[in-house]
Nanobody, 123 residues
Framework: QVQLVESGGGLVQAGGSLRLSCAAS????????MGWFRQAPGKEREFVAA????????YYPDSVKGRFTISRDNAKNTMYLQMNSLKPEETAVYYC????????????????WGQGTQVTVSS
């Protein structure tokens, strides 16, 4: 079992930056690939970023590539998402997720999810 707790959300102006954190407890997070999804009101959950458990290879959709950076500190059992040049349409609840299968994670079928943290980008 893995418990995930997000933090770092808030209100930011368009073009601004935020850094989200995801603290993992339970089994060591280094055993899991980890990632972020987001969900805006009335929309489906959307993949934002992932980082593999072994090689720390990172994955992003084109919509955030070059602006968002995912990283992890296995010693602290914490994952981060640095978000730069934020846009109003990226207002959403951001969820941390973990799974032993990277493919499961990227498809949104992870075993473990956090409660989410709200990110609001004002225009």
């Amino acid at each position: 079992q893995v418990q995930l707790v997000e933090s770092g959300g808030g209100l930011v102006q368009a073009g601004g930056s935020l850094r989200l954190s995801c603290a993992a407890s339970g089994r060591t997070s280094s055993s899991y690939s980890m990632g972020w999804f987001r969900q805006a009101p009335g929309k489906e959950r959307e993949f934002v970023a992932a980082i593999s458990r072994s090689t720390a290879t990172t994955y992003y959709p084109d919509s955030v590539k070059g602006r968002f950076t995912i990283s992890r500190d296995n010693a602290k059992n914490t994952m981060y998402l640095q978000m730069n040049s934020l846009k109003p349409e990226e207002t959403a609840v951001y969820y941390c997720t973990a799974d032993q299968s990277l493919s499961n994670l990227r498809s949104g079928h992870s075993d473990y999810w956090g409660q989410g943290t709200q990110v609001t980008v004002s225009s």
